[in-house]
């Protein structure tokens, strides 16, 4: 065979590893510490990706208005990566963060999928990684760097379960799940799982797809199963529109649902069709603490909306990586100082990370806008769980429940 | 038997739509052997266009069906306006271009309108005002309709009617035909070819537009990426109905709601979107000109 | 024995590299250097089928997943068992590794190419933008039938596929992908397949057997898009259906057009170019996008022909002035 192609392929080699070796100068950077930050900001997840930004920056405002946005005497910087929604762009944002940022935190991803593609990269490179939102329980399994803020499928799937059957005293009971989302089915299989251990049967279970528009041949088909509740386990941007749909169809039964309810979207997509029904979370709006509230009106003073789960999910990730930090600057001032940009690449640097890792992982009672925050052995936030009923078109406290 | 009757509505409602939607396809190919794939995003366009005209004349306030109708017109006139734009700019410079070439070139414009609107709208999804309050008219043996519904029905059927008027019976309808046969024929019979495509885009963009704004009215959420799939489905129900046929259209549209929600219904939701593409093959492979289409043999 | 020596240094010089460049390209380029590899294996297969045969498939991306998804689940029952037991027996893991990553690819690309046979067949009575509309949509099929099938993640994804993909064989797969499109290019097969391209009816009016040139040419394509997925699912470690969406093949698509349908240099360079522009442009990433469809719109009206045409990018030709006749496919 011949192979007139070898210089095309040698000299397209060459030219790649010129064009790259030309660019791999290590950096030596500058006296600071850097925090990555990746999610969506383009793609159709791109609300979601962008929320965890918001959050994010409204940590960072506040320490820079608090501390001139320093910790320990250093300047903190975040820098914040798209992933276009696909595992392989988080890898190589994530990637990019590390090597090129130096960045010694890497907050992300919403998407467990997004999360399960760059987590081996972090575990391996000892940078610890702080999911705000990303639910699989495989997430943190894959090694004892990474984090998440939020409660995994099995305690929320269980959560509405128990309310359903000891609050609501519901036995039948219908799902419809986002066969898109990996946080949606998760939700529903350790719902279905707990309802029925409880006595409970599920009389339909249809799905549909983030994105759809209509839902009406998946709500007939639930509608003649005449279920007490529908637990609808998606995010807002869909669960309004099927209530409303629910609603024309005649089906009056309340809708049940999880944490991805949570915006402001919600009601001014649902309506009035959301009224009678429940979800939890991990806020309530009607709380008074100051600290929630002072949130939520930072918030909406510096982007215009009001915050949604995700948002409160990483602007606690944020602080409770600020808050470790300035553990660590108190606690060990030269291990701290690793941190800087300037030490990137050192074994230092590495056990600095390694000990912020540890702190991280010793986060106890912190209260966060989503709740008490408590890291578990598995990195898994234990937190209670609050159940918002929605009433004249607004959302309610209900109950709390405790993992 | 009320749950399949149920069914069937709701396929016939959202068959309406994508017969809408599939006109413009059905055009612009007939005109131009192009697949439009920016057609899905005028479509989202055109319900985006409908929200800011409906906050612009404060619409959300006083809701009222003649307000409705305002937001309507306005869309479907301002989207034209967009259609005409993108086929000055971006598809008369390929139209002697290699086909593959200009599908790209539409691909382009489709990734550019969706990732504009991104930029522009924002990527949360927007709430559209409910113009139309809904309400449930029902219709015997169980089965419901919504007014809203009803109205995205008659408002499709009157507009699909007065396309095949001005098609069949009026002077540029009838060059819009000549156009579709044969370009130069055409132009040697003193049409303006240029012209009458312009045209095509245009109102192939108003009736996408006016899909939109009537979906919106009905299911109030809408987002930059809400036209793909939309798109897509509606080209295969063109494909379906007989390309560059517009009665082919609507009854390729009707089948292709129809059988979604069928299929949805009965069979598994999550095939929903396959079942477009399982009705192109089947039919390609059955009947490659459609339903309404004549086989035309290639001349050499 | 002259023959050989060509392979041979190629295959020198790719463990060379694999050993150096590890240690001295940072991981963020090296993985961008990996990921580039993986576009041009995706983007030569295509060129095969849109550039040489003319026809317009714009499902590319479900091949990439059928091979992906085909050749981890292999590794995650067999390989990984096949492996453990060889290095049990004293052979090093590197070799094992290899041997196993070139089983899980070489059925990955079979698996592959039989769903390429299954695309093929129906659509070839079918012309230009209709066969474009049905590989689209046969790429949407598989990648809906992957969400549902639960044992291999469905959308929750499937992690732990073992990382034995690396520079090496990454760019070995390359060197053969670009090898079999030039032989085939040169050979009477490749003549047939241009023929097509040309003019499907006089070339079937002449005697080429087009039907059956199309399918080779689609289970060929096929195959190597389906290993290339097998590369990344071994890179990556991780599977989702959404990293093998319509915008996957759209993105191929504009690889082989930006590069000349028909060039195979050009696919290589394009999908270079292609792949570290959105690194590139990092800091606009929101305008990415934006600036992406511009490109594509621009390139479309100016330079329909991509950067080289049918051209092929050739040391003999920049070297010493070539007859024309020699170099035109």
Not at chain 1, 365 to 379: A, F, K, P, S, W
Not at chain 3, 238 to 257: D, G, R, W
Not at chain 3, 270 to 293: C, D, F, G, N
């Amino acid at each position: 065979m011949k192979f007139r192609s070898m210089p095309a392929v040698l000299a397209s080699l060459a030219l790649v590893a010129m064009g790259l070796l030309a660019g791999c100068s290590s950096s030596g950077g500058k006296s600071e510490i850097v925090i990555g930050e990746y999610g969506s900001l383009t793609g159709s997840d791109a609300t979601f990706g962008q929320s965890t930004k918001m959050g994010v920056e409204l940590a960072l405002a506040e320490l820079t208005a608090k501390q001139g946005g320093k910790i320990g005497g250093l300047p903190v910087r975040v820098v914040s990566e798209d992933d276009q929604g696909k595992p392989e762009e988080a890898a190589n944002a994530v990637q990019k963060l590390l090597n090129q940022d130096q960045v010694v935190t890497v907050i992300g991803e919403v998407a467990s999928s997004r999360s399960l593609a760059a987590a081996p990269i972090c575990q391996q490179a000892g940078v610890p990684m702080v999911s705000p939102s990303s639910t699989n329980p495989r997430v943190t399994e894959v090694g004892d760097y990474i984090f998440r803020m939020c409660f995994i499928d099995p305690f929320q799937g269980t959560v509405m379960a128990k309310f359903a059957l000891t609050n609501l005293a519901l036995k039948k009971v219908a799902i419809l799940k986002d066969i898109k989302s990996d946080y949606s089915v998760g939700l529903a299989q350790f719902f279905t799982d707990a309802f029925r251990a409880g006595g409970g049967e599920i009389v339909a279970e249809q799905a549909y797809q983030a994105g759809d528009q209509d839902f009406s041949s998946q709500l007939t088909a639930i509608k003649a199963r005449n279920p007490e509740a529908i637990f609808v386990p998606g995010y807002y941007t869909e669960v309004g529109l099927i209530a409303r749909k629910a609603r024309e169809l005649g089906l009056t039964a309340p809708l049940l649902g999880g944490d991805g309810w949570e915006s402001e979207q919600l009601l001014a997509i649902g309506g009035e069709a959301l009224n009678g029904s429940y979800y939890s979370n991990h806020f309530a709006v009607d709380n008074p603490d100051p600290r929630l509230q002072g949130f939520l009106q930072k918030f909406k003073a510096k982007f215009g909306k009001e915050p949604d789960a995700i948002a409160g999910l990483a602007y606690d990730a944020a602080n409770v990586t600020f808050a470790c930090m300035e553990k660590m600057a108190a606690e060990d001032a030269p291990r701290f100082n690793a941190l800087s940009a300037t030490h990137a690449g050192t074994p230092e640097r590495k056990a600095a990370c390694a000990k912020l890792r540890d702190l991280i992982a010793a986060t106890q009672g912190y209260e966060g806008v989503t709740g008490n925050i408590t890291l578990d052995e598995h990195r898994n936030a234990t937190k209670p769980a609050v159940v918002l009923e929605i009433k004249g078109g607004k959302k309610v406290y209900n109950t709390t429940i405790k993992p | 038997m009320s749950e399949f009757l149920q069914q069937l509505v709701n396929g016939v409602t959202w068959g309406s739509v994508y017969a809408l939607i599939a006109l413009g396809y059905t055009m612009v190919y007939g005109i131009l052997r192009l697949i439009n794939f920016a057609h899905g995003d005028i479509y989202m366009l055109g319900a985006f266009i409908g929200l800011y005209v409906s906050r612009f004349i404060r619409a959300g306030e006083n809701p009222s069906p003649v307000k409705a109708l305002v937001v309507l017109l306005a869309s479907m006139l301002l989207s034209a306006l967009v259609g005409m734009v993108i086929e000055r700019f971006a598809y008369k410079p390929v139209r002697k271009s290699p086909r593959l070439s200009a599908l790209i070139t539409a691909i382009g414009v489709s990734l550019l309108l969706e990732n504009g609107g991104v930029l522009l709208f924002g990527a949360d999804p927007r709430f559209f005002p409910q113009l139309i309050p809904s309400r449930n008219i029902p219709l015997g043996l169980g089965v419901v309709l919504s007014n809203q519904q009803l109205i995205v029905l008659v408002v499709s059927l009157a507009l699909m009617f007065l396309l095949r008027l001005f098609v069949t019976y009026t002077r540029t309808g009838k060059a819009m035909q000549a156009v579709s046969h044969n370009h130069t024929a055409a132009a040697l019979m003193g049409i303006s070819v240029d012209r009458i495509i312009t045209l095509t885009f245009m109102i192939g963009s108003s009736l996408a537009a006016a899909a939109g704004v009537l979906v919106a009215l009905q299911s109030p959420k809408i987002e930059p990426y809400m036209g793909i799939m939309p798109g897509l489905k509606a080209f295969v129900a063109a494909v379906l109905g007989g390309i560059g046929n517009i009665p082919g259209a609507v009854v390729g549209g009707l089948v292709m709601g129809v059988a979604e929600v069928l299929v949805t219904g009965y069979l598994s939701p999550t095939y929903r979107d396959a079942i477009a593409f399982v009705l192109l093959i089947v039919i390609l492979l059955v009947r490659p000109a459609g339903i309404f289409g004549k086989a035309v043999a290639e001349k050499v | 024995m002259k023959r050989l020596l060509g392979p041979l240094v190629v295959l020198v010089v790719l463990v060379v590299l694999n050993s150096g460049l590890e240690r001295v390209l940072n991981p963020y380029f090296f993985q961008v250097l990996i990921l580039v590899g993986i576009n041009i294996i995706l983007a030569v297969s295509l060129n095969l089928v849109n550039g040489f045969t003319g026809q317009f498939s714009i499902g590319h991306a479900g091949f990439m997943a059928a091979g992906a998804y085909g050749s981890a689940m292999f590794s995650l029952t067999v390989g990984q068992r096949m492996v453990n037991a060889l290095v049990a027996g004293h052979v090093p893991a590197a070799a094992a590794e290899g041997a196993a990553l070139l089983l899980a690819l070489v059925l990955g690309g079979l698996l592959a190419a039989v769903f390429g046979y299954l695309v093929g067949l129906p659509s070839l009575r079918l012309r230009g933008d209709y066969l474009a509309i049905v590989t689209l949509g046969f790429g949407e099929i598989i990648r809906v039938l992957i969400l549902n099938i639960d044992v291999i993640g469905g959308p929750r994804g499937l992690p732990g596929i073992p990382k034995w993909a690396n520079f090496f064989w990454v760019f070995l797969v390359v060197a053969v992908v670009i090898a079999v499109s030039r032989n085939l290019a040169h050979s009477t097969h490749g003549r047939a397949l241009f023929a097509i391209r040309d003019d499907e009816i006089a070339a079937e009016a002449l005697g080429v057997d087009t039907t059956r040139y199309k399918i080779v040419a689609f289970v060929i394509g096929a195959f190597f898009a389906g290993v290339a997925g097998g590369l990344f699912a071994h890179y990556l470690c991780y599977l989702n259906p959404n990293s093998f969406t319509f915008l996957k093949s759209i993105e191929i698509i504009a690889m082989v057009v930006l590069g000349g349908m028909g060039s195979v240099s050009g696919s290589v360079l394009a999908a270079i170019v292609l792949t570290l522009s959105p690194e590139l442009l990092r800091p606009v990433k929101e305008y990415r996008m934006v600036i992406y469809a511009l490109m594509l719109i621009v390139l479309m009206i100016t330079r329909p022909q991509g950067l080289l045409g049918t051209r092929e990018l050739s040391l003999d030709r920049m070297l010493r002035r070539r007859r024309p006749a020699e170099t035109r496919a």
